[in-house]
């Protein structure tokens, strides 16, 4: 029971601090979005996906095995650490030297010195991941919380003057280094962590060994979540890869607020579960279910109120996006209980299956998003990736089922019964949006409308479907 408080409270911890950033994200980006072109939206996020690429391998996944050890070791936290500044400091140089190859690769050379700029961010987000890992460890989610808002909310604030300032793309430069340092600082003050000069090599082979199954995971999902950025930049052209990177941003607000959260508590929670796979699968039962109930009412919801949505957001000039806003949603929607399948089979020793799985994964993703661009651009895109996303979505569940020895129907009412009950509703409201029962014409009404709507109809969905899980999650917390 005091594990599973634990988790609860680092998971409360977690998705508030995920709450506090999307409610900075809701204010800073519609300001940032009105006054940036889809191509300067399209140049940074070409850049960052050079940074974030590059980044999963620097790692080697070494400090998920910080969070597996059994206890703490000053000798194995300063070898990671001083393996990852090596790291970050090589790659860092690495990226300025060859911006300009690694910029026609992506098909953007005009992003060549933003790869320039981007590249001292190696060392700013590869170095600190040992304070934040000890944190994981210790389960102190509030500390790491509380400095990852302030960093994010500071960094706004510096995007939203820069841009105001009519300094353009400089704007998303500051906030990403603005929010780094801060978040830089912020660890290891937090952690109380002061790296000494100690390294062992046994050590880092010992973590490499783990960490580096996991990076063959992480790359294959990079591969599926980042890859339409590449895709779109060489097939469509900046201006749609800025569309896609605004609309994707808006779309995957609730998986910040409450998935990502979840699976940094999820993670060292199932690990110290590892001697009770009876409890480990219980857990994974009702955070399945739990997750899916609330996330995709939500992203299936962006969907039923896509028009109004971008109106009122982002201005009358984005309402052609609206459709590629809905769909992401959707797509991001149907992999909601994913948020408990990742790290549990990370925590039980089953890396290998997440990088079979997820190699079968990206070249159905990517392949769906070729198809779909060539047949209808960006909206045909976004659709294709929602239809893999079903076949996606049901190959995990049976590896997931087989591992943790759940029977299908268990599984079925964790997984499917969910999303129906959020597809239901999303599709109600968007029949009564388009409908014009009420008259409805200033998109401002309309999205208030459709959110009442929904709230209402979702809950009498729950009440007649949920209660036993709500009620147990009620008094459990």
């Not at 000890?134 to 500390?143: I, N």
């Not at 996303?389 to 079925?412: D, E, S, T």
Request: charged share 15%; aromatic share 10%.
């Amino acid at each position: 029971m005091a594990s599973q408080r634990r988790t609860i409270t680092g998971v409360a911890w977690s998705i508030s601090s995920k709450i506090a950033i999307f409610t900075l994200k809701f204010v800073s980006v519609p300001i940032l979005a009105r006054y940036l072109a889809p191509s300067e939206l399209g140049m940074v996020a070409s850049g960052m996906i050079v940074i974030t690429f590059l980044l999963m391998f620097a790692g080697a996944g070494l400090t998920a095995g910080l969070i597996r050890d059994a206890r703490e070791d000053a000798v194995s936290d300063n070898t990671v650490f001083w393996t990852n500044f090596a790291m970050s400091v090589f790659l860092g140089y690495s990226v300025y030297v060859f911006a300009d190859p690694l910029a026609d690769l992506l098909g953007a050379p005009e992003a060549s010195w933003l790869l320039q700029v981007f590249s001292p961010l190696f060392v700013l987000y590869l170095v600190p991941d040992v304070p934040s890992s000890l944190l994981a460890r210790r389960m102190a989610f509030d500390r790491e919380a509380f400095v990852t808002v302030v960093a994010e909310a500071i960094g706004a604030l510096a995007a939203i003057a820069v841009v105001l300032g009519g300094y353009g793309i400089w704007a998303l430069i500051a906030q990403l280094y603005v929010s780094a340092v801060l978040r830089f600082v912020g660890l290891f003050i937090a952690a109380a962590y002061w790296p000494r000069l100690q390294f062992a090599a046994h050590e880092l082979k010992r973590h490499a060994s783990y960490g580096m199954r996991l990076v063959g995971a992480d790359f294959v999902n990079f591969l599926s979540f980042q890859s339409p950025i590449i895709v779109i930049t060489r097939m469509l052209g900046l201006p749609d890869a800025g569309t896609f990177n605004l609309t994707n941003r808006l779309s995957d607000l609730p998986n910040q607020i409450v998935l990502t959260g979840l699976m940094s508590v999820l993670f060292p929670s199932f690990s110290r579960m590892n001697d009770d796979t009876l409890r480990q699968s219980e857990i994974l039962s009702r955070t399945t279910r739990a997750t899916t109930l609330l996330l995709a009412p939500l992203l299936f919801g962006i969907w039923a109120v896509a028009e109004p949505a971008m109106a009122v957001v982002f201005g009358e000039k984005w309402l052609f996006a609206a459709p590629v806003l809905g769909l992401l949603a959707v797509s991001k929607g149907i992999m909601s209980p994913c948020g408990s399948f990742i790290p549990y089979l990370k925590a039980t020793g089953h890396a290998s299956v997440l990088w079979w799985f997820g190699l079968g994964r990206a070249i159905t993703v990517v392949s769906a998003m070729v198809i779909g661009a060539s047949v209808d651009g960006l909206v045909g895109l976004c659709l294709a990736v929602c239809i893999a996303n079903v076949g996606v979505l049901l190959a995990y569940l049976a590896v997931v089922l087989k591992v943790a020895r759940l029977p299908l129907a268990q599984g079925m009412r964790d997984t499917l019964l969910p999303l129906g009950l959020a597809a239901v509703m999303a599709v109600a409201v968007r029949f009564l949006l388009e409908s014009g029962a009420f008259g409805l014409d200033r998109p401002l009404l309309q999205l208030a409308l459709g959110v009442a709507a929904g709230g209402a109809v979702y809950g009498v969905l729950l009440a007649l479907t949920q209660r036993r899980l709500i009620l147990e999650l009620v008094r459990r917390t």
